[in-house]
């Protein structure tokens, strides 16, 4: 067993990542970044579901370290609305958000490589999935296998990039939580992690939290039904 | 001709990369990162060559477009001297500072790649280069040509990741802006330029100004000397 870092959002995948990593390695550490409005609730929730994740399972709570974070309101400056004048915060047709900064996870794993390099960290673990967001380009599997080669010539490391939900649908994200840590797993998953786009917490559903209209709220909403064996709407 | 965005710091090298860039490229705009005390000199040198650069040939000033400069005060949280306690900024035994973050040039590509997309600017120019800073391995060709790769998968798009000076000693580099920009861009580069490591700006040498002692500084004076064909000192 070796040791790993996760990017750790405090949505459902990197939740789910951060599960996984404390199943497989010896010591986990986490980073978040920091970087707008938009987010504030999941730095929240991200708090909370460090505090209460370690009792979910025996030996968990050994094993998880340092939490890491990031402050990149930088990201700010190169968002759409930043580089363009007199645009609101929307979502665009593409269904991302205009805030939304090319290569995101590109600067997320570069952080995060650096911070593993001075940890002594060797797995670097996130949620980046092909499967529901094929529209992010740095979020497929080839990006980030180039990545790993590009991080790894930069640093002189051998680092490896763990992507355990990349070919995974929402359905089977939830799954493999399920088989990580339980219904208790489950239930924090439910209770604690934020994935809608607009921030909002309102009523809790039987998914979670979230505005429910949203892409991201919707593709959760329809994750959890196909996991559960409900039907799923159009 | 395309548009390029050019890693600009206020150095040597990359005074000589926004020569290249104005010679080759029909628009050019720059980026500059603000990261910490001792590139305060640097960051005010880089704003005197913007102002004058666009003068020394005729047709530069009008290629010379907008400024970028990026806050990434964040990188100090990932130097070693913040993940170690108790440790004064010096220089190594491997002659980096020990404010050195890990894949730093990584950093800097991605952050240009993002606003190279938003500003639809084709080539990226920087100076890395492998003769002189083997030490570096974020300035190796083979880190810069899997970064390019991992670019434009990560965001879906064509960059060319353009280093004119990665085979390049510094004397060939003084020679190359010479035949950029004559005796005006040498004597810009001389007068203008910042290199020194302790930030130092000190007397006027024949090479510039700087503390004289530092790696950087008898790097660039050696260079210097090889240029003018004077005896270099071992």
Not at 72 to 99: E, K, Y
Not at 130 to 156: F, H, V, W
Not at 181 to 187: R, V
Request: charged content about 25%.
């Amino acid at each position: 067993m070796t040791d790993a870092l996760v990017l750790f959002s405090g949505g459902q995948d990197s939740t789910t990542c951060l599960a996984f990593a404390l199943e497989n390695f010896a010591r986990v550490e986490t980073i978040g970044f920091d970087y707008g409005q938009r987010h504030r609730v999941e730095l929240d929730q991200r708090t909370k579901i460090l505090a209460k994740i370690g009792a979910i399972k025996p030996g968990w709570a050994a094993r998880l370290g340092k939490d890491h974070g990031v402050e990149l309101g930088v990201l700010g400056q190169i968002s759409a609305t930043a580089m363009t004048h007199d645009v609101a915060i929307a979502m665009g047709a593409d269904g991302l958000p205009n805030t939304f900064v090319p290569g995101r996870n590109l600067l997320f794993l570069t952080f995060a490589a650096a911070i593993a390099y001075r940890r002594g960290l060797r797995r670097i673990v996130g949620g980046m999935c092909e499967t529901d967001y094929s529209g992010y380009p740095d979020c497929r599997d080839n990006t980030i296998k180039a990545m790993q080669l590009a991080l790894n010539l930069g640093m002189d490391k051998d680092f490896v990039l763990d992507t355990p939900l990349m070919w995974l649908d929402k359905a089977e994200t939830w799954k493999l939580a399920e088989q990580l840590g339980g219904a208790a797993l489950i239930d924090l998953i439910v209770e604690e992690t934020h994935t809608c786009y607009l921030g909002e917490r309102g009523q809790r559903q039987a998914w979670g939290y979230g505005c429910g209209e949203c892409p991201a709220c919707r593709l959760r909403a329809a994750g959890w039904r196909k996991y559960r064996g409900e039907p799923v709407q159009a």
